[in-house]
């Protein structure tokens, strides 16, 4: 698997793309990325194929994705920028609304960093841009439950032995697959836990290789399988 580019220098302001068919929320998502200090908008595009060649030729550090958009749909505009084998991946973000839950399945499939609500206060979303910038995946705790709830069972189950070493985990490992289930990121966990997010890091690292997972969303579904969380509503 092509590791995606390191995160940006913490001096260097994060660059960002903005891909959305509506041009009223792409002036908006401007607007409030620029006037962040630390984000610079190099670029917007109005559909999915001008958003990839956007990004294959500004390679920004985040590119905020909508889902829905003419030409190419968001979902394939990620798997070209971030999918397996792509060369150069681009740290994507997507965004939706409730009623998209299977299209941010498949865009988390197609190698999202993360998605949050087009709803979202516009301090999380800049928040979002930050987390996957650092090279976090950002999963927002109520899409997070509805996903689980509505598309667990299409998420490879784990192996049996990936289960049964669910009890070999350390209690603060443990802990931390519990907030990772709730849809904390990791800067979200370390101030929960009062750790450092260095150490959150290791401990997500430890939790996917010992209970054998690819990825965040796949410990989610293995944290409500097991009973580690309340059941989806």
Partial sequence: MTA????PDSGAPIRVLVGDDQELVRTGYV?????????????????????????RRLRPDVVVMDIRMPLLDGIEATRL???PGVAEPVRVLV????NLDEYVYEALRAGASGFLLKDAPPRDLVDGIRTVAAGESLL?????????GRFADRIRRPRAPATEALSALAPRETEVLRLIAEGLS???IADRMVISRETVKTYVSRILTKLGLRDRVQAVVLAHRVGLVAPCD
């Fill in 95 to 98: 965004v939706t609304t409730f």
């Fill in 81 to 83: 920028l971030a999918g």
């Fill in 4 to 7: 995606l580019a390191p995160a």
């Fill in 186 to 188: 990791n800067a979200e």
């Fill in 31 to 55: 607007t409030i990325f620029g006037a962040q200090p630390d984000l610079e908008v190099v670029g917007e595009a109005g559909d999915g194929r001008a958003t990839v060649e956007a990004a």
């Fill in 140 to 148: 927002a705790p109520a899409v997070t439950r509805r996903l689980v």
